[in-house]
Each structure stands twice: as C-alpha cells, then as structure tokens.
C-alpha cells in the first residue's frame, strides 16, 4: 500500500530536477495538543491573509478508517502540532447537508440513494468519492492535491512536510520520499 501511495503521488506531481531543500523547522507547538479544527468559512477568511495552506479532511461518520485517522494519526502530538503550526486545518463531512462556498462557486448537498453527498467534497475529488481524503491548498486558495486513504503518522509526516515546505513545486514525489528524514516522529 505504501508503495502504491509513493507511486501514485509521483504521478501525480510534476517532476523536475532538483536538491532537496531542508524541511521547515517544527514549531514551539509540535510537541503536545490536538488538531485545532477550523470551519471551512473561518479556514477560507483567513486564508486571504496568504500566510499559510489549507489542509482539508474529508470524512463520513460512518467511515472506521476515518475513525482510525483520527485516533491514530490526527491525534498524534506532533502531527497535530504540525498541522497547527503550518496549515490551517479543516473537517468537512462529505455528507454535509449545508450549502458552501469555494471560489464564487455555491455547492450544496445531493441527495443520492438512501445517503448522498455534498457536492463541494464531489468536486475537490473529482468525483472519486473515497474515505478517508485529504486536499491541500496553497496560500491563495487553490487546490494543490488531494489524497485518498487511510495514513500512518509516520507516512503522513512525509506528505504534510512535502506540501508545507513546497517541495511539491519542484521535487518529484519519488525523490523526496526516498530522501526523506523523519522529524517529527523517531523510530525510538
């Protein structure tokens, strides 16, 4: 599965020869304390201020692997310190039944069988409709990536320091996970 994720985010993201730049440094914070979860109109205000990225999680509550990245990995200190520290962290229900907005464009909840889906969460994932995901968005708002499925901590601190640290922009997945070193999360 881990070299599927590295394999598919490699094709994902534009290649381009490079060094590896360092990864940012963590912040005071990145030791202790929980994901401090913004609304998605808060995340999206403050996001004009142009200082930091979005980091959306995409869920249902009926989904157990979003329960796991929960427990498991959102609630991680480090992580958690992390996500405060360089994004600005957001939940959204796929199955929201509000109506919000995004670029000038409304999305509302669309009913579908017995359930449905909000049709925000349909266009951020291009209609591939798997829990749980992620997207990244840069600091003007718009969509970098997003990611499908369940991530250890270990395998999420190399996403989120990819993208917060904008190698992204001009170090091809493959290279910078096989170059990575860990940070935040030892193997002691």
Known sequence: ?????????????????????ANPAPAE?????AVEWLSWDD??????????KIFLSIYTDWC???????????????????????????KL?????????FQG?????VKKGKRGYHALAAELLRGRLSYPSVVFFDE???????????KTPKQFEQILTYFAGDHYKHTPW???????????????
């Open 1 to 21: 599965m881990k070299i599927g994720l590295f394999a598919a985010l490699s094709l994902l993201v534009p290649c381009s020869a490079g060094m590896l730049p």
């Open 93 to 101: 229900d796929a199955e929201y039944r509000q109506t919000l907005t």
């Open 43 to 52: 995340a999206i205000q403050r996001n004009k201020q142009g200082d930091r």
């Open 174 to 188: 493959g290279v910078y996970a096989r170059n990575y070193q860990p940070f935040l999360i030892s193997d002691k």
């Open 105 to 109: 464009e409304t999305y509302d909840f």
């Open 29 to 33: 914070n990145t030791s202790e304390g």
């Open 140 to 150: 003007e708002g718009e969509v970098i990536q997003a990611i499908v499925g369940f």
């Open 64 to 90: 157990g692997w979003c329960k796991r990245m929960d427990s498991q990995t959102y609630s991680h200190p480090q992580i958690a310190g992390y996500l405060n520290a360089h994004f600005l962290p957001v």
